[in-house]
DNA sequence: TTGAAAGCGGTACCAA
DNA sequence: TTGGTACCGCTTTCAA
């Protein structure tokens, strides 16, 4: 590292004590304004830069959050939380300590240790398993925060979106335009993501009478991949919908692809509703209706509550659940001539 | 901040001075092996974990480095990069903190000042102007490693692409495949990527005796709609080429829909070359052929060079470029019908 | 209005 | 083999 200046440096540059810099850079009110001015001054000259690890080691205090996930990008949406969590620490004062775990729970382990060695406040974590113990034992007394499918809404510190929520709206919304012959389109529930949306689902038409159908192809990696072979399915079963709902955007591009090449046309012969808001403007001719995940809000949230859990003795304000709303564009219409007959 | 162990709660439980615990921990020679024991086992009941903050003040040492970018995910391949410097740092022994500077260079300067007062060894930064005085006046004399399409290349640290490459590499493969009549569709040139791209395509065409044909559509923002723009423009100029090279993936789905819309085949009637392997399974029955930039290896050696410049006194090793290379896949193939007549 | 002393958690040096 | 002392950069307390 090279060598900033210090208080001890600029107190030597002006003739003045370490101490006395400090308060002077403080504005603490028993400096002159003579000597703030000057100090201020010969500061900016060198371009001193207070040292908050050594400020938050007297204090006891931190100045960072850690933040740990799965990994970003690569068909997660913790990078879209991530640039909300960075401007909102950032706006109080923190900087934020980030780890990719690619999946590994030794890497996770590794990332949170570390972290908390570094003297980060709290940790805001993505976990990579529903299992949380060895987390928990990295971090000790440092307070963590779960966000993401894997969490548990036991977890005290829990921030999660609910996506039964989405299943109650997309059949309200289906319903809205006529639709009865509803399907969902998922896959292997590999984390509370996909069984909170089929509850949701089901429960929403069995309300109104109806029977849900659920066809789960394939795994969270290559949803894509699986949204056509479930249209290839129904197709070659003759059970096509009126209305499919698909898990996410990329199942819905998945099956769009697949319908088109059949001849069939979005929404004229079937609406398709995606999840996510990923690929709002991919077809010339369509824009996909799906759901918007709030994971800026999910994120500010996270920072708030990391520094509540830092400032205060008796924080935590209770988890609140995040909603997916509906983004209605034009891949979902009336029933057309196919449900008809 | 809750109170973790520290040297000095563990002296008392075991009757030693801080000092001994200090050593034990850390294996010193002098300190005999049954007081070792006892000291390890104590600090693992009670958790105890080193304050890297306080080591590192004593010791004049940095154990994190920072990453500053415009923002991760949102159309940047950033989050490439980050997977792996996250990993690759984590491997050495250090932490990252990240910064998402929203596009703006006031976030980004904040986010420098905030990581240097907080004792970053070193920045790894991709600038969202050229301009980078205000990032070299925040950082000071902590180093800087400048990343990304805005970095001019005489910056002593910088890690780049060489996208002139592509364009050689693109003309090399499509004139491979008979064609003569290509053209490059590109956007305004915002940064270094698009220029050196048409750069590199210019050259190589006329290296063959051949005219490249260039046409710039819309902005970086939405590639994908200058990509269906441009295919129209040159349809109803009847001057479309029997090989399209895009600057971008997004800008080649476009362009494939909007050639599709037309009732045209690729690669059959026209081949589609993209850049950035984004979109390799999209559709169904095609794949795109288009280039895979080596963003994990240069987040590797960004984190290399950090390191060095962090631990050695004369670091230093020589930049070096990254080169993107051809992914064939099938959107791509011999002159067809349509070049043939 | 200013500064000397102490202490945050850790490590190096040297004496016991 | 162990521990006392000093110091890294900073802030608080209290005396000058």
Chains 1, 2 share one sequence.
């Not at 990008?73 to 960075?86: H, I, P, Q, W």
Request: hydrophobic share 40%.
């Amino acid at each position: 590292m090279p060598n900033r200046p210090t208080l001890k440096t600029i107190g030597q540059m002006t003739g003045l004590s370490h101490v006395a810099v400090s308060k002077a850079l403080r504005d603490a009110p028993d400096i002159s304004d003579a000597t703030k001015e000057r100090v201020r001054k010969i500061a900016a000259e060198v371009g001193y830069t207070p040292n908050m690890a050594a400020r938050n080691l007297y204090l006891q205090r931190a100045s960072t959050i850690g933040m740990v996930v799965p990994a970003m990008g690569d068909n997660t949406a913790y990078d879209l939380v991530f640039n909300e969590v960075s401007t909102a620490a950032a706006a109080l004062g923190y900087c934020v300590m980030l780890g990719s775990s690619h999946r590994s729970t030794d890497l996770e382990k590794r990332h949170c240790r570390m972290m908390v060695s570094n003297q980060v406040g709290a940790l805001i974590v993505a976990p990579c398993t529903s299992d949380l113990s060895h987390i928990k034992a990295a971090c000790g007394p440092t307070p963590v925060i779960f966000i993401g499918g894997k969490t548990a809404p036991e977890e005290p510190y829990s921030l999660l979106c609910d996506y039964r929520h989405s299943g109650a709206l997309a059949v309200e919304h289906l319903t809205g335009l006529g639709h009865r012959d509803i399907a969902l389109l998922t896959y292997e529930p590999e984390n509370l993501t996909i069984l909170q949306k089929e509850e949701g689902f089901s429960r929403a038409m069995e309300d109104r009478g109806l029977s849900p159908r659920i066809l789960r192809i394939g795994h969270a990696a290559n949803t894509m991949q699986a949204g056509m072979e479930g249209v290839e399915r129904m197709l070659n079963q003759g059970t096509l919908p009126t209305a499919l709902w698909c898990a996410s955007d990329y199942m819905a591009v998945g099956a769009i692809n697949a319908l088109r090449l059949h001849g069939l046309s979005v929404p004229g012969d079937i609406s398709v509703l995606g999840h996510d808001d990923i690929y709002c403007s991919l077809y010339p001719d369509l824009a996909l209706t799906t759901f918007h995940t709030p994971m800026p809000e999910l994120g500010k949230a996270a920072v708030d509550l990391a520094v509540s859990l830092i400032e205060q003795d008796h924080p935590a304000p209770p988890k609140q659940a995040f909603r997916p709303f509906l983004v209605v564009r034009n891949s979902t219409g009336p029933v057309g001539r196919r449900g008809r007959n």
